[in-house]
Nanobody, 125 residues
Framework: EVQLQASGGGLVQAGGSLRLSCAAS????????IGWFRQAPGKEREAISC????????VYADTVKGRFTIQSDNAKNTYYLQINSLNPEDTAVYYC??????????????????WGQGTQVTVSS
């Protein structure tokens, strides 16, 4: 059973940075993709980015390009989301999700079958 655990959230001031982690376990696939999503209070879940473990290819949602960077450490089965220049609108629960194969050209949550529990990011002004 694939398990994903997101961590690294917290309270940060506007302008700061965070690196979220997603630890993956329970599988040995070499062609697996991890996506990051976020859900702000009262809003729908929003796709952020996706990375494929086999070739490191990445996809970013148009709405977040520039301040977000997705990375992977295959040796640790850990995937990261670096967020820079945080602003209060980034306040949300951030989730990682995974599934076999490459990232979809347009990231959507139904593509991913396994989900982590989420980590809260709160940005103060």
């Amino acid at each position: 059973e694939v398990q994903l655990q997101a961590s690294g959230g917290g309270l940060v001031q506007a302008g700061g940075s965070l690196r979220l982690s997603c630890a993956a376990s329970g599988f040995t696939f070499d062609d697996y993709s991890i996506g990051w999503f976020r859900q702000a209070p009262g809003k729908e879940r929003e796709a952020i980015s996706c990375i494929n473990s086999r070739d490191g290819s990445t996809v970013y949602a148009d709405t977040v390009k520039g301040r977000f960077t997705i990375q992977s450490d295959n040796a640790k089965n850990t995937y990261y989301l670096q967020i820079n220049s945080l602003n209060p609108e980034d306040t949300a629960v951030y989730y990682c999700a995974g599934d076999l194969g490459g990232c979809p050209l347009v990231i959507y949550e139904e593509y991913f079958g396994s989900w982590g529990q989420g980590t809260q990011v709160t940005v103060s002004s």
